[in-house]
């Protein structure tokens, strides 16, 4: 079992960067694939970046070349590196684990989420 918390998010203008970040706590290190999901408002939630266990990344084709997933060495702290936003990226963002094998953008996938944090584009 693992608890799963996000930070950062917050309000940026069209063309800026933010950072969110996500802490793995508990069974962390057994853990296959985490992304990134997001779910903008009256939409489905929808997959933006994966990281599986070896350091392969997926990434949804709305964000590649402008968002970066990275994990720590020790593979409990999961960051989302978001440049070029654009007003579409404006979301609540969710970090979510899993020990299955296999990593996609498929929400199924995934047993562990956070509560998410908000980011909010203007433009």
């Known amino acids: 079992q693992v608890q799963v918390v996000e930070s950062g998010g917050g309000s940026v203008q069209a063309g800026g960067s933010v950072r969110l970040s996500c802490a793995v706590f508990g069974y962390w290190y057994e853990l296959n694939c985490m992304a990134w999901f997001r779910q903008p408002p009256g939409k489905e939630r929808e997959g933006v970046a994966a990281?599986?266990?070896?350091?392969?990344?997926t990434y949804a084709e709305s964000v590649k070349g402008r968002f970066t997933i990275s994990q720590d060495n020790l593979g409990n702290t999961l960051d989302l590196q978001m440049n070029s936003l654009k007003s579409e990226d404006s979301a609540m963002y969710y970090c979510a684990a899993t020990y299955r094998r296999g990593c996609t953008l498929q929400s199924s996938n995934f047993d562990y989420w956070g509560q998410g944090t908000q980011v909010t584009v203007s433009s």
């Open positions: 990281i599986e266990k070896g350091g392969t990344t």
